[in-house]
C-alpha cells in the first residue's frame, strides 16, 4: 500500500479517461486468466457520442489516485430505460447502477463504492445495483467462480478478492448470473437428439441461417425477438433501434452465417440463436490493441476461410414470448442448438462450447443448459444496497 492521502475524482478530459482505461492493464498484467480488451472498443463504450446507450442514460466516471499513481475506479451511471422497468423484475425507480470497478484494496474499494453511492443518492436513486458496466447487454456481474481459466468473448474477468471486499461494505446477492461449459464434439445426450429429430419431422419448423448479405435486417429481426424473448426476466431494459444498429455494426465481422439460425413456425420467426468464435482466443495475444499489426493478423483470421477455435460462445438466444413454457420452447432451442453445433464442429474445428450468460433464476433455461450436457464453469453475481 502506497502512503498518502487517497483521492477520488470525476473523470474529465482525455487524460484522465486514458488513465481509467488503462488501469486494468497493470493490475491484471502478470494474471494469466486476464484477457486484455481492445482499448479502441472500451473508448467507444465510454464515449457518449459514439455508444447509443447514452441517449438514456447518464454516467459519471471515478478514478481513486494515492501519491499521484490511479489505484482504483468506478463508474456510476443511470439508466432512464431501467426507471421505467417493473420493480418486480429488479429495476424501476430509483433504481441506479455502478460498475467498472477495479481496486487495489479493500480500503480503495470501499472509498469508491461510498463515492458511487453518493453520486446517486444526489440524483434521487433510492439502490444500487451493480456491477453492470454499463448495461446487462455489456458486461454485467462480478466474477465470483471460475477465476482458474479465462473468460470468452464478451464476458468480464476480475480479482476473486472483490466478492469479500464488495460483500463486507453492506452489498447483499441480488441475482447470479451462469455460464455452462459443454462438450460439442461428441454430440448431444440421447433424449436431446430424439427431441431434434421429432423436430426435423414436422413440417410447421423451419431452421434456417441468417443471410449476411441483409444482415441489418436479420439483426433487427433478431433483437426484436430478444426484446420480446426477455421482456418477463430479471434485468430486461428493451434495446433501442440506435442500440440495435449500433449492435450490428459491432458484431458484424465477427459473425458467421452458419453460426446464427433463426426458426420459424408456419413461416413465422419465432426463435433465434447467436453463436460467435471466442474472439479472446486471438485477442490474448494482442495486448489491447490492434496496432500497428495486430489488426491485419485479426483481419486474417476472420476472413480467410472459416476461423478455426476451440471454444464457440452463445451469447444471445430466445423463444418469443407466447411459446414460453410450452414444449416447442424446448424442442426449438435444442433444434438451434443441434444445428449450429454441427456446423461448429465441422467448420470451424471447435471441440468445447460456452453457453450463457444464463439467470440462475431462469429455470427453463438452465435446464436447457443442463439438458445439453453442460456444466456451470463461471458464476457472475450482481448486487443490491439500497441508498
Known sequence: MQAGELRITPVNGKKALAEFVDLPFRLYANDPNWVPPLKDEVYGLLTPAKNPWFEHAEAQLFLARRAGQVVGRISAHIDHLALKQPVEQGMGPG??????????????????????????????????????????????????????????????????????????????????????????????????????????????IKIRRVNKAR??????????????????????????????????????????????????MDGEPVAFMMTVPDLNEQLVKYGGSLWPFNWAKLLWWLNVGKPQVTTMRVPLMGVVKKLQGTRTASQLAFMLIEYIRRDAVSKFGATRGDFGWVLSSNGPMVSVGEAVGGKVNKVYRIYEKAL
Open 215 to 264: 444482415f441489418d435486417e436479420e439483426a433487427a429481426l433478431i433483437l426484436s425477438i430478444l426484446n420480446d424473448a426477455w421482456s418477463d426476466n430479471w434485468g430486461f431494459v428493451p434495446f433501442t433501434p440506435a442500440e440495435v444498429a449500433y449492435a450490428g455494426k459491432k458484431l458484424k465481422p465477427i459473425v458467421f452465417e452458419d453460426l446464427i439460425r433463426v426458426a420459424e
Open 95 to 204: 433504481t441506479g447502477f455502478w460498475g467498472f470497478y477495479e481496486a487495489e484494496s479493500a480500503e480503495i474499494g470501499n472509498a469508491l463504492l461510498a463515492e458511487a453511492e453518493k453520486w446517486l443518492r444526489a440524483k434521487g436513486m433510492t439502490k444500487m445495483l451493480g456491477p453492470v458496466s454499463f448495461a446487462m447487454w455489456d458486461e454485467p456481474g462480478l466474477l465470483i467462480e471460475g477465476h482458474d481459466h479465462p473468460p470468452t468473448v464478451m464476458m468480464g474477468f476480475n480479482s476473486a478478492a472483490y466478492q469479500g471486499w464488495i460483500e463486507a461494505a453492506g452489498h447483499r446477492k441480488v441475482e447470479d448470473l451462469y455460464t455452462y461449459a459443454l462438450p460439442i464434439n461428441q454430440g448431444f445426450p440421447e433424449l436431446t437428439n430424439r427431441i431434434v429429430a421429432m423436430g426435423e419431422k414436422s413440417g410447421k
